[in-house]
T-cell receptor, first 116, second 110 residues
């Protein structure tokens, strides 16, 4: 069982819809991540929050809007997506740089998003 | 520039046929090298952390080793349930980023 929980597991949305992906971690980590993964490719970093502040945005289009309400929760708000945004969206957590050395990423099982 | 390269891209083994996966890296100050297993449609599952050259970690049929330039994931007498994609990632001392290799897709044939 993963200690990083993502909901929903599957999501189908039209290009005009607004939806949100949710992530919760119970590992006491203070860094949280959103990754996008296409088939047969490695995870691609989108956003990093460290101590609830956005620390990395990998030039992600504004139709993706992250939010970190507290140290355990991470949301990804979706609006006006394109079919090419269909992918597996992964949430992960870790200890921030400068605290625990060697802290790995721990992933949730992802949300499979299909944009029609 | 921090970079991770994995080889081979794909590997097919007979059940019981041992082999190794390679992860080569260049990083400005290693803060950890990590191995993950990923099954289709699931998130990557953390396997090992390696930090110091010469370090080794083991779990069941898997053994990970680290040098200053590369890491190996040795699979001894694999079983079909070991079939998955194995990802390698490194963390540098420049911040919260992790750099992933492109993975090795392992298939173990009964």
């Amino acid at each position: 069982d993963t200690e990083v929980t993502q909901t929903p597991k599957h999501l189908v949305m039209g290009m005009t819809n607004k939806k949100s992906l949710k992530c919760e971690q119970h590992m006491g980590h203070r860094a949280m991540y959103w990754y996008k993964q296409k088939a047969k490719k490695p995870p691609e970093l989108m956003f990093v929050y460290s101590y609830e502040k956005l620390s990395i945005n990998e030039s992600v289009p504004s139709r993706f809007s992250p939010e970190c309400p507290n140290s355990s929760l991470l949301n990804l708000h979706l609006h006006a997506l394109q079919p090419e945004d269909s992918a597996l969206y992964l949430c992960a957590s870790s200890q921030p740089s400068g605290t625990a050395i060697n802290s790995p990423l721990h992933f949730g099982n992802g949300t499979r998003l299909t944009v029609t | 520039e921090d970079q991770v390269t994995q080889s081979p891209e794909a590997l097919r083994l007979q059940e019981g046929e041992s082999s190794s996966l390679n992860c080569s890296y260049t990083v400005s100050g290693l803060r950890g090298l990590f191995w993950y297993r990923q099954d289709p449609g699931k998130g990557p599952e953390f396997l090992f952390t390696l930090y110091s050259a010469g370090e080794e970690k083991e779990k069941e049929r898997l053994k990970a080793t680290l040098t200053k330039k590369e890491s190996f994931l040795h699979i001894t007498a694999p079983k079909p349930e070991d079939s998955a994609t194995y990802l390698c990632a490194v963390r540098s001392n420049t911040g919260n980023q992790f750099y992933f290799g492109t993975g090795t897709s392992l298939t173990v044939i009964p």
